[in-house]
Nanobody
């Protein structure tokens, strides 16, 4: 049974920073592409960032480029999302997702259906 548990969400003022963590158990974390997605009230879930199994390749949504940084620490089966210069429009439930063995590839990093397992989500609220 694969488990993904997000943590680190909460309330922050606009311009502030926050770091999300995603702890993974029950699968070979070190060979899976990992991603972050988010869903704001009344909107579809959208891609935020992804990182390859080795950490050598990353991909970001245009809306977060230059502000968010995705990273992973394979020895601890944990992925992170450092969020800086937060804006009210970043308010959403943030989900971490795990792909299969060496998947998704670079082309599929931003596609929800390419991921096999999901966490329950953590709320991030940015006040203006």
């Amino acid at each position: 049974q694969v488990q993904l548990v997000e943590s680190g969400g909460g309330l922050v003022q606009a311009g502030g920073s926050m770091r999300l963590s995603c702890a993974v158990s029950g699968r070979a974390f070190s060979t899976s592409t990992m991603g972050w997605f988010r869903q704001a009230p009344g909107k579809d879930r959208e891609f935020v960032a992804a990182i390859s199994w080795s950490g050598g390749s990353t991909n970001y949504a245009d809306s977060v480029k230059g502000r968010f940084t995705i990273s992973r620490y394979n020895a601890k089966n944990t992925m992170y999302l450092q969020m800086n210069s937060l804006k009210p429009e970043d308010t959403a439930v943030y989900y971490c997702a795990a792909g299969g063995r060496f998947r998704p590839t670079a082309q599929g990093m931003g596609v929800m259906d390419e991921y096999e397992s999901w966490g329950q989500g953590t709320q991030v609220t940015v006040s203006s």
